[in-house]
Nanobody
Framework: QLQLVESGGGLVQPGGSLRLSCAAS????????IGWFRQAPGKEREGVSC????????NYADSVKGRFTISTDNAKTTMFLQMNSLKPEDTAVYYC?????????WGQGTQVTVSS
């Protein structure tokens, strides 16, 4: 079964760090545009960070630039989101995504709560 499985969410204090993982099952991420999205209560889902399929370049939402880093493992089976200097406004359910013109896979979502 082709799917993305997320892990790594949790509760962290402001200023803390978390690392989210997203493992691809049944396929590799080589031919996919990949990224992370998040959805806070009462808000629409928004893009956080992505890696271009075309040239491997990375992009970040202005709100997370300098604090979050997207990456993959060498085998291109897992993507990561390293989140540092977390703020209460980063609280949301985080989703990973891998897509091509034909396919669009989403992780199940993992809750990140930033609170003292």
């Amino acid at each position: 079964q082709l799917q993305l499985v997320e892990s790594g969410g949790g509760l962290v204090q402001p200023g803390g760090s978390l690392r989210l993982s997203c493992a691809a099952s049944g396929f590799t991420l080589n031919d996919y545009a990949i990224g992370w999205f998040r959805q806070a209560p009462g808000k629409e889902r928004e893009g956080v960070s992505c890696i271009s399929r075309r040239d491997g370049s990375t992009n970040y939402a202005d709100s997370v630039k300098g604090r979050f880093t997207i990456s993959t493992d060498n085998a291109k089976t897992t993507m990561f989101l390293q989140m540092n200097s977390l703020k209460p406004e980063d609280t949301a359910v985080y989703y990973c995504n891998a897509r091509t013109i034909l396919y669009d896979y989403w992780g199940q979502g993992t809750q990140v709560t930033v609170s003292s």
